[in-house]
């Protein structure tokens, strides 16, 4: 029992020291560890052929285990749209794959039916995380709503040191793949302040989120959410 106990106490002291040297994104990945909704699941990156002009896209699959976290009910979905977002999180590591293993360890919400959020995949300015299939609902757009029940959700980081311009170049890019696949008309890409958002616990009205912020002017679509469109559309050709 004693060599145990020793070799528990050398382990936790090295643990503590990677955690000082590494900062905050280590703690993300001990805490994932023991988590209770935790599992060591592989995660799989396909790359997905481009459009003429455009950079293969790599996506990285980290799905959140089935009826654990954020997928705790089975409800499937047809998607005949697709909904984009920005997190609104600036902090340096709030990248796509953090997002992705928030979702993992069960990114806690109050007011929906499964009493976490998740959508299905987040971008940045180098990956693509995707944390749930696309046949199935997103607690991301509203609620109980039709925006969750028929739409693929799509964030976009925003962190410090992430190039925007990219991320919004490849969340394009993204997009029109998904239009392909699932036989989606532009038109049925839409921002999320598209969906009116009335709460599941108690039918509360929140009305319109002015979201995602990186394409809106003065708060509303403008010129930044045409030529969102624009970008789509040439990659969807």
């Not at 598209?194 to 009205?205: A, E, F, L, Q």
Request: net charge positive; glycine share 8%; hydrophobic share 40%.
């Amino acid at each position: 029992m004693q060599p145990l106990i020793a070799l528990l106490s050398q382990t936790a002291e090295m643990v503590t020291l990677k955690l000082r040297t590494f900062g905050f994104p280590a703690v993300v990945l001990v805490g994932l560890l023991f988590s209770s909704c935790a599992v060591f699941h592989r995660r799989a990156a396909i790359s997905v052929p481009a459009p003429a002009g455009a950079a293969e896209l790599k996506i990285t699959q980290s799905i959140i285990p089935s009826e654990k976290c954020g997928r705790p009910l089975h409800r499937p979905m047809r998607p005949t749209f697709i909904t984009i977002h920005s997190t609104d999180n600036k902090s340096r590591s709030a990248d796509a794959l953090h997002h992705a293993l928030a979702m993992n360890k069960g990114l806690r919400a109050r007011h929906n039916r499964t009493g976490f959020l998740t959508w299905h995949f987040t971008v940045d300015d180098h990956s693509i995380y995707q944390s749930l299939p696309t046949n199935e609902t997103g607690e991301h757009a509203d609620y109980e709503g039709e925006g969750n029940r028929s739409s693929i959700g799509i964030e976009m980081c925003v962190n410090r040191g992430n190039n925007l311009d990219i991320t919004i170049d490849r969340t394009a890019q993204l997009t029109a793949r998904l239009m392909r696949q699932y036989h989606i008309p532009l038109s049925h890409v839409v921002p999320h302040m598209h969906w009116r958002m009335i709460r599941y616990s108690d039918g509360r009205d929140l009305g319109f989120k002015k979201c995602p912020r990186i394409l809106l002017d003065g708060g509303g679509l403008g010129p930044k959410w045409s030529a969102f469109m624009a970008k789509v559309s040439s990659y969807a050709r």
